[in-house]
């Protein structure tokens, strides 16, 4: 039911840059290349956690900060996301290469990717118990940065990750639909991007219920009714 834009396919090699640079100066797009040279060789071979290739993952990532027109530099982040864990000794190799901002982006999502967040702490919590669970663990996730631009790469990443795994089955990505649905999307939603809440809204409900998605979807099809209100009512109703 979202239109999934910009998307990544694992046998891309050749960088959109002129949408990755969309809006930025001459000296901005300069930089994104240069980003995006050398993340070619850091992520070569490399694959995340959740199957996806890392190099995939970057460019998905910075085309939805992109198309979200944050600045050159948030851009830069989503590209580097990986780069903290690949490098000997990141801080003063990224900062060599990119400046002190850059690299303080790419250290504060290192270490908010290092926060297991727990979306079901305990299997028998009623709904209020989980809703004040999660909402401690948003509060976390926003006092965890110096910069709000790293939420703002994050929000990206896990959009990302979602729209990757539309094509794949398995149990695995219903655990990170929860997640999304639970602690993202309110993220988004309280940071104001409508965009990005929208679509880890949708996809999130296509994972965790993917009947009702599909009834729905046949439903909004036939009688054109109004799609955003119908998605909403369902996912407050799985919330609760």
Do not use: C
């Not at 009947?211 to 109004?226: F, H, P, S």
């Amino acid at each position: 039911m979202v239109s999934v834009t910009h998307a990544i396919s694992q046998g891309d090699t050749a960088p959109p840059i002129d949408l990755l640079a969309a809006g930025l100066e001459v000296g901005e797009r300069g930089r994104i290349e240069a980003a995006l040279e050398w993340i070619a060789d850091l992520y070569e071979g490399k694959v995340l956690g959740t199957g996806e290739p890392t190099w995939t993952h970057a460019i998905g990532a910075a085309l939805i900060a992109a198309s979200l027109r944050l600045d050159a530099e948030t851009r830069m982040a989503a590209l580097l996301f990986a780069a903290w864990e690949e490098l000997d000794d990141p801080a003063e190799e990224i900062e060599a290469r990119f400046g002190p901002a850059i690299t303080a982006l790419v250290r504060g999502l290192h270490k908010l990717n290092g926060l297991r967040v727990l979306t079901r702490l305990t299997t028998n919590a009623s709904a209020p118990e989980i809703r004040a669970q999660t909402e401690v663990l948003r509060k976390m996730l926003l006092a965890m940065v110096e910069d709000i631009r790293v939420v703002l790469v994050r929000l990206a990443s896990r959009t990302q990750t979602l729209r990757f795994y539309t094509d794949l089955p398995g149990e695995a990505r219903v655990e990170v639909a929860r997640e999304s649905l639970d602690i993202y999307a309110p993220l988004a939603n309280r940071l104001g991007v409508w965009q990005i809440k929208w679509e880890l809204e949708d996809l999130s409900f296509r994972f965790i219920e993917p009947e009702t998605y599909k009834r729905i979807a046949r439903m909004l099809d036939e009688r054109g009714v109004e799609r955003e209100q119908i998605i909403h009512d369902s996912i407050e109703r799985l919330r609760s």
